[in-house]
Structures are given as structure tokens and as C-alpha cells.
């Protein structure tokens, strides 16, 4: 298939969430470029895999600056944009650690928790602009890069085992499912395959019962974390 872009529909720009101070000239230039913009999709932050008693608070500090902070710093320049168009989609790349929590990524948790928070919130700040779509996208496993690349108990230390990704859901088969809920202007998409997308409903619903389950699974996730083995992969089977 030909595709119908020419250069001038391509623009790239290289940009740090933690930068804040860059994100008001990077919006500016999208829009000396393109005249608007239409869509904003916030997909970047990293993880985490370690336990909290072993963690560096510096570890938390930056996990808060860059996929939080750097998240609505990014929104707020398009968002000033778009609310004088009174036109446009803000899609947040949350995650199911937004909906539960879990163990060996508390600060992950928090950050996308306090993305969920912000978010919901910002919504109901917008109401005078129905056109503006606010959308946040909470995926499950997906295969990617994300676990090389994990925050672990100090900033200097990256993860030694990036375990097997075969169990996760497809980056293709997301990546549709995200679009389809763009297009749909779904507020929350659960994007996950089971056992996380039942003990996602299972925390939203019968809180008391996740806790229980997460106990169990979460003491399964510690140990094969410490022998050397996938966390995640404890809850896939």
C-alpha cells in the first residue's frame, strides 16, 4: 500500500519529559509546522522492579518527575491549544497499575495512580469544551522494552533479567485497541488479557476479595523476583 504523506506531514522531534522547560517550545514548533493539533498521546514513563525496604527515595523522586509530572507538564501547552480551538483528543497511556496495586513497583503504582487522579479531575474541569476528548488507556503486559528499562532500587542499577515476553499481549493487537478506543472516545480502556483484566474488575468491584488475591499472587511475584525470574510472568499462568 502507497501511503498519501508527503515530508511535510512528518515532523519529528526529539523530547525529555524531564525537561519541562523545553515543552512549551516543542508544542510551538508541532504547531508552526502543522497549524494544530489534533491528538496528544502521553506514552512515555518507565517502570519499576524492586522491592520499597531496598529502594532509594531517589528512585521515586524521579519515577514522579518523569511519568507524572513530565505527563501533565507536556499536556498543559497542548491543552491551552486545544481549549482555543475547543477541538481535540488528550490520550494518556495509563496503565492497570493505575485500577490495582502491586508488588516490587510501588512507585510505578503511584505514578499512575496520580495520572488516573489528574486526569478524571482535568475532565471535569473541561466541560465547557465537549469536543475535547480526555482519554487514558490502561493496558496490561505488553511486549516491548519496557522491562530492560525498569527503574530499580537505585538510579545507577538497571534490571539483569528482562524474562520472556511471549506470554504478553501483542504490541500490534494494543496498539489497534488503543486506536479503536481513540476513535471511540472511550474515557478508561482496559487493555489486558486474564488473570489482570479479571483482578482489574475484581479491584473495582470486590476490593476485598483483589486484596486477597494480590496477596497470593504477590507473594509468588516477590520470590520469583528474587530467584532471578520474570515478576510478571507469575501472574500468567
Avoid at 118 to 138: G, H, K, M
Wanted: aromatic content about 8%.
Amino acid at each position: 500500500e502507497i501511503s498519501s504523506l508527503s515530508e511535510n506531514d512528518i515532523l519529528v522531534l526529539r523530547l525529555d519529559l524531564t525537561d519541562r522547560s523545553s515543552h512549551e517550545a516543542a508544542t510551538n514548533s508541532v504547531l508552526k509546522h502543522f497549524g494544530k493539533i489534533d491528538v496528544l498521546v502521553n506514552n512515555g514513563g518507565r517502570s519499576q522492579r524492586s522491592l520499597f525496604v531496598d529502594t532509594n527515595l531517589d528512585v521515586y523522586s524521579a519515577i514522579i518527575e518523569l511519568n507524572y509530572l513530565g505527563t501533565i507538564s507536556l499536556t498543559k501547552y497542548v491543552l491551552n491549544h486545544m481549549i482555543q480551538r475547543k477541538k481535540g483528543k488528550i490520550v494518556t497511556v495509563s496503565s492497570v497499575m493505575g485500577i490495582m496495586g502491586a508488588p516490587l513497583a510501588t512507585g510505578y503504582c503511584a505514578s499512575k495512580h496520580a495520572l488516573q487522579g489528574f486526569f478524571n479531575s482535568l475532565r471535569t474541569e473541561l466541560t465547557d469544551y465537549p469536543e475535547i476528548s480526555v482519554i487514558q488507556i490502561c493496558p496490561g503486559p505488553v511486549q516491548s522494552q519496557i522491562i530492560q528499562n525498569v527503574f530499580t532500587e537505585n538510579l545507577a542499577k538497571s534490571i539483569e533479567n528482562s524474562g520472556d515476553q511471549s506470554h504478553k499481549m501483542p504490541t500490534d493487537r494494543c496498539a489497534r485497541l488503543t486506536l479503536v478506543s481513540v476513535a471511540n472516545d472511550v474515557k478508561e480502556a482496559w487493555i489486558s488479557d486474564h488473570p489482570y483484566l479479571a483482578v482489574c474488575y475484581l479491584w473495582q468491584y470486590a476490593p476485598t476479595w483483589a486484596w486477597w488475591l494480590m496477596n497470593r499472587m504477590g507473594k509468588r511475584r516477590i520470590q520469583n523476583f528474587k530467584s532471578g525470574i520474570d515478576a510478571d510472568a507469575s501472574y500468567s499462568r
